[in-house]
């Protein structure tokens, strides 16, 4: 089946006036460097292609989005302040009592959901889209029933850009898995209407949305958009760094726990390749969802539990040029990987669940050797992972070029994506262009 949409893709130059997104990100917090990466790339891939496209980002921090130094605007994802109030006691109430949220997902689920879409569709801001020339939705992995919370928003924003006439996109994404019979439909009812959905795996992602009525017109494979910088940051060699990344969170089935049992095997291994333990942390903040992941790498590399400040990456950045230090990176998250085999550095992947697997797998369907995928609830699991990370730091230099052709593969397949989305906008958004009255902030 041929992946590629068939648009004709026309260079832009001298727009008359500036084209104006609006962008739905992975995290409103943007503490996750890795969907930070990508919202990053994003804006930039299409302003290389659009100079003056002008961008406001739905988040909940605007120091957050200033940040960025991209100039783009920031637009709260709670304007009203009763809405900013009850999340705030929804999150205390969380921090009390953990247990309540799962109550009320597992024993009474046509509640839970009735109240998040409820939620989402106060929270469209409709607003703020009658203002934009075309909705994006940034990369991330949020449309699945793992985070039903981020689904729902996502596609009711997107369902009421349908019935204001606003074109919408999707770049970045990874899809499932999605089985609840409510997020089904709405997902069926909604992503068919995108002009371009851009995904970074074809293993689970691509089936998922063609079984969703997605036309395969619509759909290009194009790799973790974070490729790109993650490629341009490699070194010429390896560091002698045994990378660590866990996610200590219910929807990774990890708990502290598990990450403390892996402290002393994981300290035998570094020993035995004589190699220095570097924390990789990509969640750069406490939340009611997960821990920090630089918290949780404190637990394997000193037992003490508490980073130093100056010890956690702060932008994407940071992070890539960290992980050139390694060697090997062994992670229970996705972006760490993502980062370490774009600057061709093999990856020992670990999953304890189904949501994990199948980002794990989709990019090792996109890297090929140099991402073993090791399953924590698996039959010796200990002897499984210490074989791995062993073979890969024995192997590194030979799996080195092929990760990088892989890389640049990627990167030309994702830029091939935005030629798309940019003819897309010549054709749909530029030549009907609105007069602006101003986004609301």
């Known amino acids: 089946m041929d992946q590629t949409p068939k648009i004709t893709v026309a260079h832009v130059e001298g727009e008359s006036s500036p084209m104006r997104a609006i962008v739905q990100t992975g995290s409103h917090e943007l503490d996750n460097l890795g969907d930070r990466a990508m919202l990053e790339v994003m804006i930039d891939r299409i302003r290389e292609r659009h100079p003056g496209a002008y961008f406001s980002v739905f988040a909940r921090d605007a120091g957050k989005v200033r940040s960025l130094g991209r100039g783009v605007q920031h637009v709260p994802v709670e304007q009203k302040r009763e809405w900013a109030l009850l999340r705030a006691c929804y999150l205390g109430a969380r921090r009390v ?55 729902w928003p996502v596609l009711e924003r997107l369902h009421a850009a349908m019935r204001q006439n606003i074109p919408f996109a999707l770049l970045g994404q990874g899809v499932g898995p999605l089985r609840d019979s409510k997020l089904v439909q709405k997902a069926r009812e909604v992503l068919p209407h995108a002009k371009l959905i851009a995904v970074r795996e074809s293993l689970h992602s691509l089936p998922l949305l063609l079984e969703l009525g997605v036309s395969p017109q619509r759909i290009v494979v194009t790799g973790d958009d974070a490729i790109e910088p993650a490629y341009r940051a490699r070194r010429e060699a390896f560091g ?54 630089a918290t949780v790498a404190s637990h394997l590399l000193d037992a003490q539990g508490k980073p130093p400040a100056d010890d956690v990456p702060s932008t994407p950045a940071e992070l890539m040029d960290r992980i050139g230090e390694c060697r090997v990176v062994v992670t229970g998250s996705y972006h760490a990987a993502v980062f370490a085999l774009a600057q061709g550095i093999p990856v020992v992947s670990v999953f304890n669940s189904e949501y994990y697997e199948m980002k794990f797998r989709g990019l090792a369907n996109q890297f090929g050797a140099g991402c073993d995928v090791v399953g924590k609830a698996n039959g010796g699991f200990g002897v499984a992972l210490a074989t791995a990370i062993v073979r890969a730091w024995d192997r590194a230099d030979d799996l080195r070029p092929a990760l990088l052709v892989a890389a640049v593969r990627q990167i030309a397949d994702g830029r091939h994506a935005y030629d798309c989305l940019s003819a897309i906008i010549s054709a749909e958004v530029i030549s009907s262009h609105k007069p602006s009255r101003g986004l609301v902030a």
């Open 97 to 151: 009592l953990p247990s309540a949220d799962w109550f009320l997902r597992k024993r009474r689920p046509w509640l839970y959901n009735s109240v998040l879409q409820m939620k989402a569709r106060a929270l469209v801001n409709g607003e703020v889209l009658q203002e934009a020339d075309i909705l994006l939705v940034s990369g991330g992995g949020f449309i699945t029933d793992v985070f039903p919370g981020q689904a």
């Open 240 to 293: 002698d760094g045994l990378g660590v990344n866990f996610r200590v969170a219910e929807y990774a089935r990890m708990t502290q726990a598990d990450v403390d049992s892996l402290r002393v095997p994981l300290h035998s291994i570094a020993t035995k390749l004589s190699a220095q333990l570097v924390s990789l942390p990509v969640c750069i903040v406490d939340s009611v969802e997960s821990a920090s992941d």
